[in-house]
């Protein structure tokens, strides 16, 4: 399968700290996306890295890939109680099936 | 403009029955997206439909599953005959172009079968 895995699967934090999660794939990537989501509900798209990318920035959110090592991370620096979610990441597939695979995901807990 | 909604919110069904659940995605989106989410675990695909072309089913689990999409807009997910193992949040998302673009959620339909 190619579904992603992230590693932790629950982390907990003081408000403040930096927050780091892992995610590995399987196969051969176009690029690699990590979505936000609150209590169960719809999922919020946070970035999207390239198969050509190291590292991308966006505000508070650091994402790394390495592509040989097929894994990613998503770093939030500064947390706030408002991160508190749980993040996938979705990868596709080169070459393959025409959908996104999510992994399982990292319950995040920023402690006021 | 306004994002992707689904409808119902929440439905509570009898083992047996069937259910519709619907989709509006983003107008002028041409890729819409159906996904199944159990308690605690990712995102499980179930089908992806792109613009005019028929769609990917790849991901529905069994016959007593299936989708429309009418007019390139609106979807509606239909499980027939409902079994406990359903219960679950159906999320349907949109994406301008193709599936490795953003997508982008609505809130879900949760659907639990007694």
């Known amino acids: 399968s190619q579904q992603g895995e992230e590693d932790p699967q629950a982390l907990s934090i003081q408000e403040g700290e930096n927050a780091t999660m892992n995610c590995s794939y399987k196969?051969?990537?176009?690029?690699l996306q990590w979505y936000r989501q609150n209590s169960g509900r719809g999922l919020v798209h946070l970035i999207l890295?390239?198969?050509?990318?190291r590292e991308k920035h966006s505000g508070r959110l650091r994402v790394t890939l390495d592509t040989s090592k097929k894994s990613s991370s998503l770093l939030i620096t500064a947390s706030r109680a408002a991160d508190t979610a749980s993040y996938f990441c979705?990868?596709?597939?080169?070459?393959?099936?025409?959908?996104?695979?999510f992994g399982t995901g990292t319950r995040l807990t920023v402690i006021p | 403009g306004a994002g992707v909604s689904q409808s119902p919110s929440n439905k509570v069904t009898e083992k047996g029955k069937d259910v519709e659940l619907r989709c509006d995605p983003i107008?002028?989106?041409?890729?819409l997206y159906w996904y199944r989410q159990s308690l605690g675990q990712g995102l499980e695909f179930l089908i992806y439909?792109?613009?005019?072309?028929?769609?990917?089913k790849s991901g529905l689990p069994s016959d007593r599953f299936s989708a429309e999409r009418t007019g390139g807009s609106v979807s509606t997910l239909t499980i027939q005959r409902t079994q406990q193992e359903d219960s679950a949040v159906y999320l349907c998302?949109?994406?301008?172009?193709?599936?490795?673009?953003?997508?982008?959620f609505g809130p879900g339909t949760r659907l639990t079968v007694l």
């Open positions: 439909f792109q613009g005019n072309s028929a769609p990917d």
């Open positions: 890295i390239r198969s050509n990318e």
């Open positions: 979705a990868t596709d597939q080169k070459g393959g099936a025409n959908n996104l695979f």
């Open positions: 998302a949109s994406s301008l172009g193709s599936y490795t673009d953003t997508q982008y």
């Open positions: 107008s002028g989106h041409t890729a």
């Open positions: 196969t051969s990537i176009n690029n």
